[in-house]
């Protein structure tokens, strides 16, 4: 036993418990059904708020790189975003603290309705910004003149 705690005091790594082996086999299956279906009406959704945005924009004249790259950053600012609402499907539980608007919590087993209003409110948000990125890129593609929406 001796032996056992010498080892672990010079870096050998500790067995790992059942507790741990358990935690991880569960981290690993995070896709349920809610998170399958906000993630795959993710990028039409979008698209469907950049169509609706597009007409109501100007072209970029001068610099449309600026354009692009301002709608690859709000486009995967929109993805990432709603990415991490994956953890909060995953154990039930919204909570979004902030100072101008205080803490937001809900929890699906006791506040089914708040909860499910949150992660939809802030995953509507996440649409509209990567729709507002995909329409900002589409305003750099040069149309034939008399094409133009």
Do not use: D
């Not at 349920?32 to 979008?46: D, K, Q």
């Not at 919590?105 to 990125?133: D, K, P, R």
């Amino acid at each position: 036993m001796a032996l056992v705690g010498a080892l672990r005091t010079f870096g050998a790594p500790a067995p790992l418990t059942f507790g741990v082996r358990a935690h991880n086999r569960h981290m690993g299956s995070f896709w349920t059904f809610p998170a399958l279906v906000l993630a795959a009406a993710f990028f039409p959704l979008a698209v469907a708020v950049a169509l609706r945005l597009y007409p109501s924009l100007r072209p970029p004249k001068h610099r449309p790189v600026t354009f692009v790259v301002g709608g690859v950053f709000l486009l995967s600012l929109g993805a990432l975003a709603a990415y991490t609402l994956r953890s909060t499907m995953e154990s039930g539980v919204f909570h979004l603290s902030s100072r101008r608007f205080g803490v937001f919590h809900a929890e699906a087993s006791h506040q089914t309705f708040e909860y499910w209003a949150l992660v939809l409110t802030f995953y509507g948000i996440c649409v509209f910004l990567s729709g507002v990125g995909v329409a900002s890129i589409g305003l750099c593609i040069r149309r034939p003149p008399g094409n133009e929406p």
